[in-house]
């Protein structure tokens, strides 16, 4: 930590005085110069870690100074109001004689709080001037020269000509720069300054004609060891100052800081890159101020028109489905309270357009080396699409279970090593009368049988080789050797680059129906032979008999035939007629059984 500018001041002040340190109500003494231990003829080590404001502690001398109200009164009120004071004490009202000092003397006394902008310590300096120890012109001008140091607090206190040369430099520029105040005075500051810095710092070191208090932007500054020093400073115009005769440059070094800002300035850049090239919004919540910076991402996921940055954490949260709020937001809290640093949760959040996107966000929290939460940074990544083809798997899924038909899935056999099933459903075991686990991993043609067709097998095999969906029917075997008709759908799937993964195979036990085509089909042939028998055979032995009853009912002379032979053909002719009636009806009877 750069030292405390009090003792920078401190250094500066000629007249006797004390170093003080503020502790709550106390002042305690951590330094004295040698003008003050003159003063009352002490050694500094006799006071050192003495609190002035109880000075039972105190050597005599100094006990019998601080425990007067005129002295007291006026230390307690400036502690008090954080401010400095000033006044003039005659020793002929004081007890001068215990305390060492002439009477008919006049005290100039002063104490003086110090600020550090980086530092909580409050430093106080305390002073003690008498007109016949020192010309009152010497304290007058020590007394100005410490008001206008100490205005600014700053690390390094230097004073510089209307040139940038050095005039007085404070002893901290050893501890800064690692530079003796000696070495410095007498030269040009410009010659430290890195060259691309010199031209800019100039231009505003010219200004200080026209303002009489200027803070300069950065810059750079040589050190001992030739490392260049990132310095800020301000520079205050005091040349009327006949105390002061010169332009004060209060510098601290804010190499560390600007490392940072730098690397900060790298990592938001890389941030938002990242934030960029990523289609989640990337958020960041300051747990402290409960302020949420949001990235890119959250316009292009959820299509909100703001720009990235920060805004306030309720916006977040009302925009969360009222049936999440309280899941979430407890969430969240319990973790920080436990001390945890992993958060992970899924919800649905209000898109631009009204609808609610399904998001699962994952959270990590920042901690402080005390434990507390700071900060939390995560990102919200949308499963919309994801929640809707789960909830179409498990439709799927539902309807390959319950189905009546059978189901297999197999791989696409991309490694030409044959086909292997990879799923079936409880209707293929119910159908086939092999169980799951006997089913997977064998190939689809283990139910095929000595009657199974390796026409159709072939045809089988065509299509799949060539994904091409199709559809046959062929005789395949449970597991207990029965044979039975099924009929095989198969359809090949593919994966969002087109590359197919997997046939679905649908499977049914048609054996009934074939059964009734192959009945309807003996019916029609049983048909066709009827309608034959009555068109052909049932028409010949019909027709003789018409003929020969039209002779015997006309008496029409017969040269060829007598009437016993007409009589003879007469029953042949019904007897035929008789046996092909007996055939129909026994054919009737047949399509009755198949029916």
Partial sequence: MPLHPGYSIFNLITAPAILLKQEGKKLI????????????????????????????????????????????????????????????????SLPYEKIKIRSNAELIVEHVPVFAPTDPTILWIYSIAINDVKSLQEVDDSE??????????????????????????????????????????????????HPDDKDFVFDQFIKIEKNNRLALEPFRFASASNEW?????IITDLRSDPSINGIVANSRDITERIEAEKALLISNERYRYVTMATSDAIWDWDVVDNSLYWGEGFMTLFGYKEQPGFVEISSWISRLHPEDIERVETGIYSLIESGGTNWLDEYRYLKEDGSYAYVIDRGFVIRDINGKAIRMVGAMHDITQKKKEEQQLRLLESMVKHTKDAVMITDANQNHSGLKITYVNHSFTKMTGYSIEE??????????????????????????????????????YKKDGTEFWMNLATTPLS?????????????????????????????????????????????????????????????IPQQKMSDLEITNEIENSAQELDSVIKKIVLRTDELEELG
């Fill in 495 to 555: 994966d969002e680059n087109g590359v197919f993964t997997h046939w679905v195979i649908i499977q049914r036990d048609v054996t009934q129906q074939i059964k009734y085509y192959s009945a309807i089909e003996q019916q029609n042939e049983r048909l066709k032979e009827i309608s034959w028998m009555q068109s052909h055979v049932l028409r010949a032995p019909l027709t003789r008999l018409l003929g020969l009853t039209y002779i015997l009912k006309n008496k």
């Fill in 29 to 92: 003494v951590i330094e004295v110069n040698q003008a003050y231990e003159m003063l009352i003829g002490l050694q500094s080590e006799s006071l050192i870690g003495a609190d002035i404001l109880n000075p039972v502690n105190l050597p005599v001398e100094n006990r019998y100074f601080f425990e007067h109200e005129l002295v007291k009164s006026p230390l307690k009120k400036s502690l008090k109001n954080q401010t400095a004071d000033k006044f003039i004490l005659s020793t002929n």
């Fill in 439 to 476: 089913s997977l991993g064998q190939s689809p043609e283990f139910l095929s049988g000595k009657n199974t067709s390796k026409k159709t097998v072939r045809e089988l095999r065509k299509s799949l080789n060539n994904f091409v969906a199709n559809e046959v029917t062929m005789i395949t």
């Fill in 144 to 193: 100005k020269r410490f008001r206008n140091l100490v205005q600014d607090g700053s690390d390094m206190i230097a004073i510089l000509d209307e040139k940038g040369s050095y005039k007085y430099v404070s002893p901290t520029s050893e501890a800064i720069l690692g530079i003796l105040p000696t070495y410095l005075i007498g030269k040009n500051a410009f010659d430290f300054i």
């Fill in 229 to 233: 020093r990132w310095i800020e400073t």
